[in-house]
């Protein structure tokens, strides 16, 4: 693909956007970068760019700017709602994603995954796997490195394993992966969509461009996904509770072609990781990793930081910090993978979601609700009658609001339902912050 002289616009100069700026001018095309905020980091960067004769534009987004593109490529997290972007597409320019122009210049299989929860635990379990059995594994997309990094240099790696969010799917248009894995669909992100059917269809496409020689691998259990299956092209291996998926399991054993999976001796928790699981051994088993090996790194596996992480044991009680969950669905998981008595600990910046969806769940195993944040005056509303519920001021009242009322037994869960942004940088930063202070006690 030639990209000398094409005019391309970058929108976002963050770790992705800087990569595709370097990538585009690399391939001798014309850049032009825009961002809307007006102070951040990365000087060297733009000193390197406006050396390189890049105009930068910053503050803000202009019609002029964006109307001047062939192509504008959306670094992730750029919605696609923004007037600018709107007028570039009634004006028939092509916006893409990163993940769309890096894969034009890809010729190693793709493994892509994608979901409302356990995106970020499965591809990482896959990437264990497929490294524990010999296997050259590139792993970026939406965790780690960008893949426009390696676009035209790939030819070390056996496999490209991209963890993919729906910011970035929106953007492909010939993007097609040799195994697309969809796990999950919960609304989510309904402050960058327009609404929930936007959202659905972002994360559906990671399988609109396959064929017959491609595979998707589908939760039977998940409704949405289930009634999709006639549309999706591809060879299709589903995996669930229910005996009729292609791999399915009964108590801690997973089933798939004739081997079975004891993961009764594991290190996570929750019925979720064991559809994370499924869905790992699927891929591995695909690419021809042995089940022995398949088997030894899935009990190998340590629950990532922040994803209903231990924390720590005090006065005989349990702290976990989920400080991922950023909505509601995926606190549903942890309260689900827990006995009661649950203390919870929740809120944050609310993403317009519903958060009655662990009313259930709350009812059953939770005997106090600490909130805080933005959104805590929403989900108040929904729970005060329900349950033992206060409303604090931070992360420090909310621990402390806690352990006044521990008692021999409780678990502790910080499952935020809502992201961080209100109070902090990233959902990493959050989890960092509860740990710090759990340690502390």
Same mark, same amino acid.
């Given at each position: 693909?030639?990209?000398?002289?094409?005019?391309?616009?970058?929108?976002?100069?963050?770790?992705?956007?800087?990569?595709?700026?370097?990538?585009?001018?690399?391939?001798?095309?014309?850049?032009?970068?825009?961002?809307?905020?007006?102070?951040?980091?990365?000087?060297?960067?733009?000193?390197?760019?406006?050396?390189? &004769?890049?105009?930068?534009?910053?503050?803000?987004?202009?019609?002029?700017?964006?109307?001047?593109?062939?192509?504008?490529?959306?670094?992730?997290?750029?919605?696609?709602?923004?007037?600018?972007?709107?007028?570039?597409?009634?004006?028939?320019?092509?916006?893409?994603?990163?993940?769309?122009?890096?894969?034009?210049?890809?010729?190693?299989?793709?493994?892509?995954?994608?979901?409302?929860?356990?995106?970020?635990?499965?591809?990482?379990?896959?990437?264990?796997?497929?490294?524990?059995?010999?296997?050259?594994?590139?792993? &970026?997309?939406?965790?780690?490195?960008?893949?426009?990094?390696?676009?035209?240099?790939?030819?070390?790696?056996?496999?490209?394993?991209?963890?993919?969010?729906?910011?970035?799917?929106?953007?492909?248009?010939?993007?097609?992966?040799?195994?697309?894995?969809?796990?999950?669909?919960?609304?989510?992100?309904?402050?960058?969509?327009?609404?929930?059917?936007?959202?659905?269809?972002?994360?559906?496409?990671?399988?609109?461009?396959?064929?017959?020689?491609?595979?998707?691998?589908?939760?039977?259990?998940?409704?949405?996904?289930?009634?999709?299956?006639?549309?999706?092209?591809?060879?299709?291996?589903?995996?669930?509770?229910?005996?009729?998926?292609?791999?399915?399991?009964?108590?801690?054993?997973?089933?798939?072609?004739?081997?079975?999976?004891?993961?009764?001796?594991?290190?996570?928790?929750?019925?979720?990781?064991?559809?994370?699981?499924?869905?790992?051994?699927?891929?591995?088993?695909?690419?021809?990793?042995?089940?022995?090996?398949?088997?030894?790194?899935?009990?190998?596996?340590?629950?990532? /930081?922040?994803?209903?992480?231990?924390?720590?044991?005090?006065?005989?009680?349990?702290?976990?910090?989920?400080?991922?969950?950023?909505?509601?669905?995926?606190?549903?998981?942890?309260?689900?993978?827990?006995? /009661? /008595?649950?203390?919870?600990?929740? &809120?944050?910046?609310?993403?317009?979601?519903?958060?009655?969806?662990?009313?259930?769940?709350?009812?059953?195993?939770?005997?106090?609700?600490?909130?805080?944040?933005?959104?805590?005056?929403?989900?108040?509303?929904?729970?005060?009658?329900?349950?033992?519920?206060?409303?604090?001021?931070?992360?420090?009242?909310?621990?402390?609001?806690?352990?006044?009322?521990?008692?021999? &037994?409780?678990?502790?869960?910080?499952?935020?339902?809502?992201?961080?942004?209100?109070?902090?940088?990233?959902?990493?930063?959050?989890?960092?912050?509860?740990?710090?202070?759990?340690?502390?006690?």
């Amino acid at each position: 693909m030639n990209l000398k002289d094409k005019k391309y616009l970058v929108v976002g100069l963050g770790k992705t956007g800087i990569s595709t700026a370097r990538f585009l001018l690399s391939k001798g095309a014309k850049v032009v970068i825009s961002d809307s905020r007006a102070e951040f980091g990365y000087k060297q960067e733009l000193e390197e760019f406006k050396n390189t &004769g890049v105009m930068i534009e910053l503050g803000g987004h202009t019609d002029k700017v964006f109307l001047w593109a062939d192509t504008i490529v959306l670094s992730p997290g750029v919605p696609y709602t923004i007037p600018q972007v709107q007028h570039a597409l009634k004006s028939g320019i092509e916006v893409i994603s990163e993940i769309e122009l890096a894969s034009k210049f890809i010729d190693k299989p793709i493994i892509a995954v994608t979901g409302s929860n356990g995106k970020t635990t499965t591809t990482t379990m896959i990437y264990n796997i497929l490294k524990s059995s010999g296997l050259k594994v590139f792993l &970026g997309g939406n965790i780690g490195t960008p893949l426009i990094d390696i676009a035209g240099s790939e030819q070390q790696f056996d496999y490209i394993l991209l963890e993919l969010s729906s910011f970035q799917l929106q953007g492909i248009k010939d993007f097609k992966p040799y195994i697309a894995v969809c796990l999950n669909i919960y609304p989510n992100h309904l402050d960058h969509h327009k609404d929930f059917s936007e959202y659905i269809n972002s994360k559906t496409k990671i399988f609109s461009n396959q064929t017959t020689q491609q595979i998707a691998v589908v939760n039977k259990d998940d409704s949405i996904l289930r009634d999709r299956l006639e549309q999706i092209k591809a060879k299709i291996i589903t995996f669930g509770h229910d005996a009729g998926a292609d791999v399915h399991y009964q108590g801690f054993v997973v089933s798939y072609e004739g081997n079975d999976y004891d993961l009764s001796k594991w290190k996570l928790i929750g019925k979720h990781n064991i559809e994370n699981a499924m869905a790992s051994i699927i891929v591995s088993r695909l690419v021809g990793c042995d089940t022995q090996v398949i088997k030894n790194s899935i009990l190998e596996f340590n629950s990532l /930081p922040h994803r209903i992480e231990y924390v720590r044991e005090y006065k005989n009680a349990r702290f976990f910090n989920d400080s991922k969950s950023t909505t509601p669905h995926s606190t549903l998981k942890a309260l689900e993978a827990f006995d /009661p /008595p649950v203390i919870l600990i929740a &809120g944050g910046r609310d993403k317009g979601l519903d958060y009655s969806v662990f009313k259930e769940q709350v009812a059953n195993k939770v005997k106090q609700l600490i909130l805080m944040g933005e959104a805590s005056s929403k989900i108040k509303d929904i729970y005060e009658n329900e349950v033992a519920l206060q409303v604090v001021s931070s992360l420090d009242s909310a621990v402390q609001q806690a352990v006044s009322s521990l008692e021999k &037994g409780d678990t502790i869960l910080f499952s935020p339902a809502c992201s961080s942004f209100d109070m902090f940088n990233s959902y990493e930063e959050r989890g960092r912050k509860f740990k710090e202070i759990v340690q502390c006690l």
